[in-house]
């Protein structure tokens, strides 16, 4: 005689805390199964490769979680749940949702093909409000941000607050599985150095969060926009793979709001905010990753240049700023939230390039790439989305480092070949006279690029390419 189990299908929570199915299965079931699936089959691509750096490091520490009773296996889930189900005398399956399209319609699937043998349910472990729920009063979605969030969100009742989850470990007999039949990694090198400065696991998600809200909030408003100050929390990765809950950074942000910096700590809850609307967009128009939601949009001239395309990916623009964004990303495998958007501006605007060619390469290197939010940042970027900035608003590289780098130590960080430069060159060096090139040994054109574009004519260019759809 089987022992009745119940199985846990862990997906984008990557937690024991705070997770709503595993807290519904612990409350009524001894024995629970947890499985991890990779599914290449009904995906509309694969993980990004950064991504599955993260996966793999989040998914051991589960298992040590589990005392290495966590399940790994690859394939089509419905299958591989059908399998285990006959496996296991299984009384009810149950996970946290997800929102691509994808996602939902092989979920449907799966839970209507389970039903006709045990109880499916399904939680809300990801956002703070489901996006069915936020609706205007005529029943349509909202398409800007503000309302969206102020009308919409922060009129409804508050998110519910986190609960711890009380587990008991199941040791159960279903064959030997592992981590690395899941060929997760696959660049030995690359991936030790991105590596650096990350600890994954679920308590240092707690850990980061707990630093941030004694060290960074208190000026988060204004320190957000600085990439070399440590006023942004760095939590994007744990987010994502739902190793910490939104709604535990949200009750906490909360309570600081109403003790130390309401300011800071309000802007923080917002930019919570921003992810959620990133999810309601994607759900409302499930192909946010692949079409403009201007459709004007569509007619766009796009350059697409190879050359400045692997310049750009390389951080080898001759603009500095936009080469040590590019070259963090590659680095580290997370960038700073300006400099996405400065990065991104230059390739849709100077070189004229499709912000789905901006996205692709974000989605392969960013650990927090997500479908939602990266999608939604590109367009709005790009000037392509409901509630974007507008396509005239052109980021100039030169400008904004010398706002939000005025002294340049974030260049210096990730572009040592001109670390040497005074400040009055550093955002521009190829205005650095010659001799001086000369006697700081940095060379630009051999040392460190010339500019592949010229930014005052690039621009006329991009406005010039706007005019023409919005003439159509
Ligand atoms: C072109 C572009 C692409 C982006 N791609 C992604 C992506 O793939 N995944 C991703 O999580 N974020 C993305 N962002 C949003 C933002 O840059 C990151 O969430 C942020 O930089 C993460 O760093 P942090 O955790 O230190 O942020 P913090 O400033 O500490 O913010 C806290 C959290 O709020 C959320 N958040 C903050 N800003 C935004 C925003 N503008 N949009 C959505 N959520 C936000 C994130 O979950 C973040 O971890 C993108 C932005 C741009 C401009």
Not at 192 to 219: Q, R, Y
């Amino acid at each position: 005689m089987k022992n009745k189990v119940s199985i846990h299908w862990f997906r984008q929570d990557l937690r024991i805390q705070d997770n709503p199915s595993l807290n519904h299965l612990s409350k009524n079931y001894e024995n629970i199964v947890c499985v991890y699936i990779l599914d290449e089959i009904n995906c509309d691509r694969t993980i990004g490769s950064a991504s599955k750096v993260w996966l793999h490091n989040a998914l051991e520490d589960l298992n040590q979680q589990l005392n290495g009773n966590l399940i790994f296996l690859s394939g089509d889930p419905l299958k591989v749940l059908d399998e285990l189900t006959n496996f296991f005398d299984v009384e009810e399956i149950s996970w946290n949702r997800c929102y691509e399209s994808w996602t939902i319609n092989r979920d449907k699937k799966i839970k209507e093909y389970l039903k006709k043998k045990i109880k499916v349910s399904s939680f809300n472990g990801l956002l703070l409000w489901e996006p069915w729920e936020v609706l205007k009063d005529n029943g349509t979605p909202y398409k800007v941000f503000t309302p969206y969030y102020k009308r919409g969100c922060l009129s409804k009742p508050p998110p519910r607050e986190p609960k711890e989850t009380n587990l008991k470990i199941y040791d159960h007999n279903f064959k030997q599985t592992s981590l690395k039949d899941l060929k997760l990694l696959k660049n030995k090198k690359w991936e030790e150095k991105i590596l650096t400065n990350w600890k994954i696991s679920e308590v240092e998600a707690k850990n980061t969060m707990k630093s941030f809200f004694l060290n960074g909030v208190s000026d988060y408003s204004e320190g957000r926009n600085f990439p070399s100050k440590k006023n942004v929390s760095r939590l994007s990765p744990y987010i994502h793979w739902g190793q910490i809950s939104v709604n535990t950074l949200w009750h906490n942000a909360m309570k600081i709001s109403r003790t130390i910096n309401s300011n800071s700590a309000e802007v923080f809850m917002s930019e919570l905010g921003w992810r959620e609307f990133a999810y309601y967009l994607l759900f409302h128009s499930p192909n946010l990753q692949t079409k403009n939601l201007q459709n004007k949009f569509d007619r766009f001239p796009w350059n697409n240049d190879e050359r400045f395309y692997n310049a750009w990916i390389r951080g080898k623009t001759g603009y500095p700023i936009i080469d040590a964004g590019m070259r963090e990303l590659w680095q580290t495998g997370y960038m700073h939230n300006r400099v996405r958007m400065i990065v991104g501006s230059f390739l849709v605007k100077n070189l004229l390039h499709d912000w789905r060619r901006g996205e692709a390469w974000f989605w392969d290197c960013l650990f927090d790439a997500s479908t939602a939010s990266n999608s939604a940042s590109w367009q709005w970027v790009a000037g392509t989305g409901t509630d974007s900035t507008p396509y005239f608003r052109i980021f100039n590289p030169i400008t904004q480092s010398q706002k939000f780098d005025p002294d340049g130590a974030y260049i210096r960080k990730f572009i040592p070949e001109i670390k040497k430069l005074p400040n009055k060159y550093i955002f521009s060096p190829w205005e650095t006279p010659i001799n001086l090139q000369q006697e700081l040994s940095t060379i630009v054109g051999q040392d460190y690029p010339r500019p592949i574009v010229e930014i005052k004519s690039s621009r006329e260019l991009a406005l010039s390419a706007f005019a023409s759809i919005k003439q159509n």
